[in-house]
């Protein structure tokens, strides 16, 4: 079974602090680099991380510093630890493969930066 299920989302202040989790398939987890994507208000969605099989991890530039990609490959699970959240990173969050091979998207995790 296919399976793509974000947590953890919420409403913070700026400068606080989440950790999204994401619960994957094992079809879709045990042969494949993983990632978080995110979508803004009026954008499009974009990559925020990917992290290797084996851990190895890149974030892009906005968030570099600040967010941190995790993976238990025991558990399928897979986390995005954020801190000194901005309100630019209010956006609805989703996890999947990387490079996208999978056509099936989760329902996301919404994030909400604001005083």
């Known amino acids: 079974q296919v399976q793509l299920v974000e947590s953890g989302g919420g409403l913070v202040q700026p400068g606080g602090s989440l950790r999204l989790s994401c619960a994957a398939s094992g079809d879709i987890f045990r042969d494949n680099y993983m990632a978080w994507y995110r979508q803004a208000p009026g954008k499009q969605r974009e990559l925020v991380g990917t992290i290797s099989i084996g851990g190895a991890t890149f974030v892009v530039d906005d968030v570099l510093g600040r967010f941190t990609v995790s993976r238990d490959n025991t558990k399928n699970t897979m986390w995005l630890q954020m801190t000194s959240l901005k309100p630019d990173d209010t956006a609805v969050y989703y996890c999947?493969?990387?490079?996208?091979?999978?056509?099936?998207w989760g329902q996301g995790t919404q994030v909400t930066v604001s005083s």
């Open positions: 999947n493969t990387y490079p996208l091979n999978e056509p099936t």
